[in-house]
């Protein structure tokens, strides 16, 4: 064993003895703290007794921490993850005590909510002792997680060393290019500033580049387009299909490894990080072997399913378990205490924040966050080639809280932090890594529909069907317009007694939201209902949506056309004759409104409806059919333009006067950068293949 060795281990030795120790003084210290936690015997013990027993229960609580506490964590791997953070105080608190019950003297006692406490309080002092001592040193934590890396490693395929700079790709979702640009002005992201090469004399690393998603401006559509190479057929977060009579919903796993499933096939590809990846907290595989926290594989059962893995890695360290759950608790109080201000600031707009939501806010910007940070950092230092990694932070928060509200504004400091923690670790990596963060989709601001104008766009539809709405709907202006047009378009009353006028309940239309997109389908027809067909069924329902004040636009099948688009007033054009220059009812939505539409409705699941909220190009602001205040999924706004940001040392992702436009565009360009590393690549068609659509 050569002497650098030698001094690693006593290195090693001496922490492990210094934590043992600081642990030791604590469990004194909460000892005389705490009424119901004693470490001597009721009629008294010398000094050195007491501390002798507490030596032995702070090595004894050490030692099973780390030879139970993985096991524990593996047994709980069935417990979903939201559980799983508050469970580990209670673990923590059990470990504790059964500590004590080893203890041959038989002293130490303490009540079962005080060993909570305690345990949680040594665990604390114990990572932040180990991480003092530490802090000048690198190695541990590298070979640590190295350790971590193999062990996963050694369970996977046998392929060559790394050759080649590594790719990292890290998705900040729903974070917009202006959203960004503005956090890094504010001085919120320092680490994206100094790549940018602003406030630093050192030269850019990166560069930052706008793209244009697709109609459907959601993570289901774009991130599958980017793994995958295909987002066709995606009409939006939510759609009912007549053919299977269902519907699909782009974040739930049947759905997911559905959706991933049709791409493989239309593309003849196995995703983008097919050799040599690892895909973390995605909704898809991207074709990796290496998968945690992915959406797509999450409905399996049985030994391949491995989608907690990432969980088990995690958690498995007591020191990692205590601090994110004590995170975890924090960022729980926080919420409740953002909304409570707001709630009293009367601010506008606003949705509700209670229930479950502090709780599953908490876990996205906690729990999913270390867990998939510590997972890419893993791979890195096992030299994987490409590494696709998603963190919803952001997008959780800015839903209820707004895109540029303080509470965003403080997500994103952290996501830069988690940046920094990438970047730093490359460089203790076996090979050299070049990190691109980019994002899925931005989100506009604005109140939802719901608040504006008292009813649903769900409510709205009915009205116009001439179906029964709720009795205060009927009251709201919208409801009575809507009843009134059903009645000028039959030329007769309708009553709720008129029931002769109305259709049966199983004609009645499935209306789904996906943020500002809303999507009508009538599932007693078996195929996609036209303009004609829908008029003579429903007389007065398109000009209900087209004419309402919080509708922009409405895109419907036509027999005469193949498709239009319906305005106000009367407003109507051509699919096959929209384009940027003649607009018609889009003009407000920008360049690219157009093509996106006409590819929407080309979708042989598209909905017999498709409706896209008012947009004011002057606010930037949208009105969302769900209840966000902070939304993404149509068109308008910020939430169409996300942003790329790329190592200047790979090729511009786009050539002079070219824009990136839709995620498949995106993943010809990733496909492109991974070819430029000379490391195992993805195959190298210039173009997926295709099948007949």
Partial sequence: MGGGRWRRVLSGVWRSIAVWAVSTVTMLVLAGALPDFQLQADNGDSATTIAVTAAFAAGAF???????????????????????????????GSLLLLAL?????GRGEVAPETAVVVAAVMSAVASATGAALAVRDDEPYRRRLYRIADRRRRHAHDHPGPTGPG??????????????????????????????????????????????????????????????????????????????????????????AELQRRAIERTGDGGLLTVDGASRGNLFSGGAEQLALVLSIAARRGKDNRSRA???????????????????????????????????????????????????????????????????????????????ADLVAYDEVAHHSGPASRDAEKVLERLDRSLALI?????????????????????????????RYGLTLGNLVRAGCGLPVPRRVRRTHSGAEARS??????RRPVEEGAGQHRPSRRAEPVVLASGNLGLVSFPDVSHRMCKEEIDRRHPALLSTLANHPGIGFVLVGSEQHGGVVLGAHGAEIPVTELTDENPGPLADFGPGAADAVRRTHDFPHVA????????????????????????????????????????????????????????????RVLRRWLRECSGPQVPLEAEPKRRAA
């Fill in 62 to 92: 050490g030692l099973l921490s780390s030879l139970v506490w993985p096991l524990l964590v593996r047994l709980l791997l069935l417990v979903p993850a939201l559980v799983l953070g508050l469970l580990v105080f209670f673990l923590n």
């Fill in 101 to 105: 019950r080893l203890n041959p003297s």
């Fill in 167 to 256: 790719t990292v790709f890290v998705q900040l979702d729903g974070v917009g290019y202006e959203v960004l640009r503005a956090a890094v002005d504010k001085g919120l992201m320092p680490t994206v500033a100094q790549w940018l090469g602003q406030g630093s004399a050192r030269p850019a690393t990166h560069r930052l580049t706008p793209w244009r998603t697709d109609w459907s401006s959601q993570t289901g559509a774009s991130q599958l387009g980017i793994l995958h190479g295909t987002n066709h057929d995606i009409p939006a977060f939510r759609w009912y299909e007549k053919d299977s009579r269902e519907v699909m919903v782009c974040n739930r796993p049947s759905s997911a």
């Fill in 310 to 388: 990432g969980y088990f890695t995690y958690f498995s360290d007591p020191a990692n378990a205590v601090r994110t759950a004590m995170s975890f608790v924090a960022d729980v109080f926080r919420e409740l205490g953002e909304s409570t201000r707001a709630r009293m600031r009367q601010q506008r707009p606003r949705v509700g924040r209670g229930g479950l939501y502090p709780f599953i806010r908490a876990f996205a910007t906690v729990v999913e966050r270390d867990v998939v940070v510590a997972a890419v950092i893993g791979d890195m230092l096992s030299g994987r080639a490409a590494i696709y």
């Fill in 423 to 451: 970047a730093q670790v490359a460089e203790h990596a076996p090979r050299a890594y070049r990190v691109v963060v980019l994002s899925d989709h931005g989100q506009s601001p604005g109140e939802t529909f719901l608040a």
């Fill in 485 to 490: 047009a059903v009645r000028a378009a039959l």
């Fill in 608 to 667: 017999d409806i498709m409706v896209n909220s008012w947009y004011d190009p002057h606010d930037g602001e949208v009105l969302a059919f769900e209840e966000q205040i902070g939304s993404h999924g149509g068109l308008g706004g910020a939430q169409g333009r996300p942003f790329l940001l790329s190592p200047v040392a790979f090729s511009a992702p786009a050539g002079d006067g070219e824009e990136l436009v839709g995620a498949e565009h995106i993943h």
